[in-house]
């Protein structure tokens, strides 16, 4: 296993779209090991291969209840809604308050190919909902209600929308 960069915000290849793995080979297993160790490294709960510069549908997430990896995932099922706050590894420091479903279920596909799925609450329903926007491009960032202090997470008195305009 080996360290990689994590591509940080002002990288272009955050907005790209990722492709559909098709080759579940020893490329893919060493890929998913790397991310592992990286975000494991970085202590985040998640992290796609985007993050790691390789365009491919590929994520791990742990938020503490083991190792999860997701190829090709998909979300086939929501329930409910939360608000809380939520960083990623490629905006270091930054935390915004972002809504997702309570409760998500995903389809994807294991390092073998095989079909498989998952469903969480909380904090393991969030991560699947960011990672997952990360292999169309989206960032936890475009769907913040505001951004909030790094350090105590509570409500900076300039809204998101002004950050943009300075
Ligand atoms: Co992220």
Not at 58 to 68: R, S, T
């Amino acid at each position: 296993m080996a360290l990689r960069k994590i591509v940080t915000s002002k990288d272009p290849i955050l907005r790209k779209k990722s492709r559909t793995v098709e080759a579940f080979d020893e490329k893919l297993g060493i890929l998913l090991d790397d991310m592992k160790e990286t975000m494991y490294k970085h202590e985040g709960v998640g992290l796609a291969a985007v993050q790691v510069g390789i365009l491919k549908r590929a994520i791990v997430i742990d938020v503490g209840e083991g190792l999860i990896e997701l190829i090709n995932p998909v979300i086939i099922k929501t329930k409910g809604s939360q608000e809380d706050s939520e960083g990623c590894l490629s905006f270091p420091n930054e935390f915004g308050l972002v809504e997702r479903p309570n409760e998500v279920t995903v389809r994807a596909q294991n390092r073998k190919g095989e079909t498989i799925e998952y469903s969480g609450t909380g904090l393991l329903a969030r991560a699947f909902c960011h990672e997952i926007d990360h292999l169309d491009g989206v960032l936890f960032v475009d769907r913040a209600k505001e951004m909030l202090e790094p350090e105590h997470n509570r409500p900076r008195r300039r809204r998101f929308f002004d950050r943009l305009e300075r």
